[in-house]
């Protein structure tokens, strides 16, 4: 019995003991991970990547190589672009157009010190981004005209970054849902009986 309460009461102490020891790593300000207004701002003033804004005709890009195509939507890549972003190496970078327009910028690293390079290019152009989850590496930065959303891999720490335009991607939403077919109820079979 002495070994049982022992045991007990180790466990017990070693349960209460984490979330104080996880609370004292936590960071004090709750907001640290939150985006600030003039990084948002600063995303929003940008509209787009480098030297392409969103809602540009497709008519307006030299150097496109079509990627892949799908309804009304084209994906390109520039022929012309340097994957260097700050310190990191990008492994792909694609321009996604609807109806003609840029809507769409993806960008793609292979490796952990890649993504993090990424990760903090964007966060000293915007400021830092929004991260719900300390132990997910996915950060979003919701600005009125622009978002940009990062995501990395925990397996193979490769990284995913896409810039895109809040009215198109709304617009093709719409569009979307109204071209969905719609359900049909199931209809009825009259049960005839037989005699």
Known sequence: MPRTLLSALLLSA????????Q????PVD???????????????????????TFETPISAFRNLVLVD????????????????????????????????KLITVRL??????????MLEAFSDLYGPGYQAN?????HVWQGEKAYLGYEQNTL????TVYIW???LVEQRRREELKAAPKATPPRQVLKTSRR
Do not use: W
């Open 134 to 138: 300390d132990h997910v590496e996915k």
């Open 156 to 159: 193979t720490n490769n990284a």
């Open 69 to 100: 195509a799908t309804g009304h939507t084209k994906i390109y890549r520039r022929t012309t672009d340097s994957y260097q972003i700050g310190q990191a190496q990008a492994a792909s970078i694609l321009y996604y157009f609807y109806k003609g």
């Open 165 to 167: 335009s809040n009215a």
């Open 30 to 52: 709750a907001f640290a991970t939150a985006p600030t207004a003039d990084g948002l701002q600063q995303l929003d003033r940008t509209y787009g990547f480098r030297d392409v």
């Open 23 to 26: 609370a004292q790593q936590q």
């Open 14 to 21: 070693l349960f209460f003991a984490c979330p104080i020891a």
């Open 108 to 117: 793609t690293t292979q490796g952990d010190a890649n993504s993090r390079g």
